[in-house]
């Protein structure tokens, strides 16, 4: 019997701007973890929005099943790229807040905000819903403001517990949690080298180059994956696999791939443990 698995935070109309070429296309961190999260289990999407293009919902809809909360808005980000790695973000408009999950159980719950729609005493509501909970960190320190995108500091107390937190290593620093509050601690540093923390040991890990346009939703990808991989196997091989899995991604920007893909390619992947 396959897992369950509820994700939670908005879907996105993305604006992407790179030089003069600007694309509209489906996005937020919801998306691209249940992109993810679809190749271990049965998804369940909890998200808002007032209106996308049908076949962005037949998207949605091939995922999993999609649990709409009522908005006036779509949550909308404009994205200009300056090269592939550093972009500017603004908020153009915000869907409603997500106030509560449903009543009952599932293996995953995977929290992934983008504009801050999810309240704190919802985290501690995915404690008790499910087996594991993951959680991305940068939806929570966002400003729910239109315009560009302002970073909060914010006292991490209501994160602690959670056993997979991912975060940008440049972000982390805006929230005040210790690694040893969460299981597993994901700080992503784009293509340069990573770190990790599983039950407070350190460990780094050295992403595979890959040459790509944008790396949009990537760190969405690889907290969706490593989530999937963590349920099954040990934290050094989730790891591996899931950043194997995520260069799979970037690499076409789809997931036209095996199992068996991101096992060989994991091969190559180095995480080695940091003494002192």
């Known amino acids: ?19 003069p070429h600007v694309e509209e296309r489906l996005g937020g961190g919801a998306y691209y973890s249940a992109l993810a999260l679809s190749k271990f289990c049965d998804v369940e999407i909890l998200t808002s929005f ?51 999950i449903p009543m009952k159980g599932y293996d995953v719950v995977l929290l992934n905000p983008v504009a801050n729609e999810i309240p704190e005493e919802l985290v501690s509501e995915a404690l008790k819903r499910g087996k ?30 959670i056993h997979v937190l991912h975060s940008d290593v440049s972000e982390f620093k805006y929230v005040e949690l210790e690694p040893s509050d969460v299981e597993v601690l994901l700080l ?19 992403p595979i180059p890959v040459n790509t346009g944008e790396t949009t939703g990537a760190g969405d990808v690889f907290l969706g994956s490593f989530t999937g991989f963590y349920l099954r196997n040990t934290f050094v091989e989730s790891l591996k696999r899931a950043v194997a899995f995520t260069t799979l991604f970037l690499m076409d920007r789809d997931m036209e791939f095996e199992m068996e893909d991101v096992e060989e390619l994991a091969e190559r992947v180095r995480v080695e443990a940091i003494n002192g």
């Not at 939806?139 to 994160?159: A, N, T």
């Not at 293509?191 to 890990?205: D, E, I, L, M, V």
Request: with cysteine; proline share 4%; hydrophobic share 35%.
């Open 50 to 100: 007032s209106d996308l293009p049908e076949e962005w919902i037949e998207r949605l809809c091939s995922l999993g099943k999609l649990r709409i909360v009522p908005s006036q808005e779509t949550t909308t980000y404009e994205l200009n790229y300056i090269d592939s790695n550093t972009r500017t973000l603004r908020l153009l408009a915000r869907a409603s807040p997500i106030k509560g």
């Open 132 to 161: 594991l909970v993951s959680a991305d960190l940068q939806g929570f320190i966002r400003s729910s403001e239109l315009g560009m995108v302002k970073f909060l500091e914010r006292e991490g107390s209501f994160l602690k517990g």
């Open 188 to 206: 992503s540093n784009g293509p340069n080298t990573g770190k990790a923390y599983h039950r407070s040991s350190p460990y780094q890990f050295l």
């Open 1 to 19: 019997m396959k897992m369950k698995c509820l994700i939670v935070g908005h879907v996105v109309r993305d604006i992407i701007k790179r030089g």
